[in-house]
């Protein structure tokens, strides 16, 4: 086995991918190669890494310490069964698949996500986002842990039912909270108010929780049971059968876990 | 009429109150006296803006330039019926209370609205905050959007029905995308996962739009249609009813949007 990680080979080219050969990169790493079934997404990344890339995964070449899989859920196992290497350190970035996934591909295996939302074109501080890392054997886990430690400050040693938990956390976080951010702007867009309007109030709901639970931080009508500005809501709603809905399941959600605090 | 608002009287004691008062401060701005049926909470004020307080609002003095009217919504017309003067300028700072409350009191009223969540011992920067203007005159308009940009560079003209809907769309904005945090840190509480682990995502979530839509800014299963990760999920949540009606209602509505991008 190599001592540490310095040499990799990145499978993918999307969004993760490129975020985390840019990360890799920017922690002194070598991008060796770059293998991605679009030869487009591969050549603009291996550009960026300026280092090999093919659409062939059978043209893997067989020196890197690393070959990190950064596709899509759906897509892991596929890319997995025809890896070549029975001995090569092999991991993939996936917050709901197990690795166990890879075992029967190599010996030595792991997982190494890095738990943020990705989008191309907007750029990222890496040294904030928390990496989970889980591996088949000590030397693996400290490996990951090692590069990881060169790209954030953020690491965990994360088993798949932790992962698997922190994943559907991340989507109520995430992606849900975003669908309010689009809700609001939608609602907005009918008075003819521009989004900008809420941006700053967005950003400190974000901020507060920095210091404050969620739970003690929360404000407005629903924690207040303020029943006659809910009502008005309601009404306001009519006209959007679907956001009618979620108002009220998550007025009631609002209460039920203020009872509970 | 004075040509501008220089010293001002402060009814209410609460968060909105405090932070208006230390907002108003820091722009150099003199609070008189605050009010609050609260004694405790008067004097709490009041010593912050270093100025008399009562609990008695026939106490009020009559040398103001504004009586800024910071109470619970439901309590804004009780305030207003008692007020004594009729020719001073009395502006609240509600989102969803029209300022027609006050036109029977006073031939000088307004809005004075900062689109904002406050919470006691969380500092704020003013400078963003937008607040929204209304009132019954032109002249009572440009002085309280004076007034306000001595706090704020974001100062915006918005009538009732403007107002409302924004109010509407604040609390999909905020108070649901709190939720969405708050419900985060309940599930990973079962596998007893730190919830700082999701802060940098949060706060990327917050940050992302504002550079882009929320609307484009979305990842994840329901986005990209991936069914399997949300059957997992939603069997994950059936041991929390209402998580899992969030999480199928939110999916939906997510779904729908990108249809109608």
Redesign the interface.
């Known amino acids: 086995m190599t001592k540490a990680i310095d040499n990799i080979i990145i499978i993918g080219a999307g969004n993760v991918a490129t975020h985390l050969a840019r990360a890799l990169l920017q922690s002194n790493k070598k991008i060796i190669q770059v293998i991605s079934k679009s030869v487009t997404s591969a050549q603009t990344l291996g550009e960026i890494c300026n280092c090999q890339f093919t659409s062939k995964i059978h043209e893997v070449s067989d020196n890197a310490d690393l070959y990190l899989i950064a596709v899509?859920?759906?897509s892991i196992k596929e890319i997995a069964e025809i890896f070549p290497f029975k001995n090569k350190l092999l991991a993939h970035t996936s917050g709901?698949v197990s690795m166990d996934v890879l075992k029967e591909i190599t010996v030595n295996y792991g997982v190494f996500y890095p738990?943020?939302?990705?989008?191309k074109n907007?750029s990222?501080e890496y040294e904030?986002?928390?990496f989970c890392i889980e591996a088949s054997t000590n030397e693996n886990t400290e490996l990951l842990i090692q590069l990881a430690s060169g790209i954030s400050k953020?690491i965990?040693k994360?088993d798949f039912?932790?992962r698997?938990?922190?994943?559907?956390?991340?989507?109520?976080?995430?992606?849900?909270?975003?669908?309010?951010?689009?809700?609001?702007?939608?609602?907005?867009s009918?008075?003819e108010?521009p989004?900008d309007?809420?941006?700053?109030?967005?950003?400190?709901?974000?901020?507060?929780?920095?210091?404050?639970?969620?739970?003690m931080?929360?404000?407005?009508?629903?924690?207040?049971n303020?029943k006659?500005?809910i009502t008005?809501?309601l009404d306001?709603?009519k006209s959007f059968e679907?956001?009618q809905?979620?108002?009220t399941?998550?007025t009631?959600?609002?209460q039920?876990?203020q009872k509970r605090k």
Chains 1, 2 share one sequence.
């Open positions: 899509p859920d759906d709901s738990l943020q939302t990705f989008t907007i990222l904030n986002i928390p953020n965990y994360i039912k932790q698997r938990q922190l994943h559907l956390a991340a989507v109520f976080a995430c992606n849900f909270s975003n669908h309010m951010y689009s809700i609001a702007e939608d609602i907005l009918h008075e108010i989004f309007i809420l941006k700053p109030l967005i950003q400190e709901t974000a901020r507060k929780i920095e210091s404050l639970s969620p739970k931080a929360q404000t407005g009508p629903a924690v207040r303020d006659l500005t008005k809501h306001k709603l679907d956001y809905k979620i108002y399941f998550m009631q959600s609002i039920k876990e």
